[in-house]
C-alpha cells in the first residue's frame, strides 16, 4: 500500500470516525432524554440532519428510539469500511454481508465507547466541578445517569459514597470484550483485515 494511500485511509478514519460519533450521539442523546435545547444538542441535531430527513421518509421511528440515526451510524460504518478496505487494496464484493456484521459490532463498540468515556468525564467532574451548569456537564451527567440508575438501585446506601460507576465500567468492559470481542473473532476479524478496520473498533 502507498504512502498516499495510507494518508487517504487516514484522512477517511479521522474525518469519517468523527461524523460517525455526531450521528450515534444523535441516537444517544435521544435514547436518554437528553435536553434538546443543550447548545451541544443543538449541533448534533443540525449536523446529522441534512442526511437524516430523507432518511426518516423510509425508516420512521419505534418505541421512542430514533432508527434512522442508528441506520445512518451503520451505513457512515459501512461506508467507512468499504472505502479504507477498498484503498487498502481488497475487493469487498466478496464479504459485503461480513462487512455489514462488522458494521453493526462496530456501532456497538463504539456505543459502549460513549457511554465510557462519559462515565470517566463525569466521574472527573463530580470531584472537580460538582453541581456544575456547563453544557458539556450536564449532557454528560444526561447520558450517565440511565446507565448509572438500575446500578444505585441494586446497590447498598453507603453513606453518600456513590460507587454505581465502577459496576458500570465492569459491565461495560464485560460486553467489549467477552461479547464483541467473541464477535468480531467468530467473523473473521483477524489478521490484516484486523489492522485495517481495527480503528473502527
Known sequence: MSGFAEALIYIIQTLGSLYLLIVLLRFILQLVRADFYNPLSQFVVKATQPLLKPLRRVVPGFAGLDLASL??????????????LTLAGFNVGGFLLQLLVWSLIGVTSL???????????????????????????????????????????????????????????????????????????????????????????
Not at 441506520?71 to 479504507?84: C, D
Not at 441494586?154 to 464485560?174: R, T, V
Open 71 to 84: 441506520v445512518l451510524a451503520i451505513l457512515v460504518q459501512l461506508l467507512l469500511m468499504a472505502i479504507t
Open 111 to 201: 456505543f459502549l465507547k460513549v457511554f465510557f468515556f462519559a462515565l470517566i468525564v463525569s466521574v472527573i467532574l463530580s470531584w472537580v466541578a460538582p453541581g456544575s451548569y456547563n453544557p458539556g456537564a450536564q449532557l454528560v451527567n444526561q447520558i450517565c445517569e440511565p446507565l448509572l440508575a438500575p446500578f444505585r438501585r441494586l446497590l447498598p446506601n453507603l453513606g453518600g459514597l456513590d460507587i454505581s460507576p465502577i459496576f458500570a465500567f465492569i459491565a461495560i468492559n464485560l460486553v467489549d470484550r467477552f461479547v464483541l470481542g467473541y464477535l468480531a473473532a467468530a467473523t473473521g476479524l483477524a489478521g490484516p483485515l484486523k489492522q485495517i478496520v481495527g480503528p473502527f473498533f
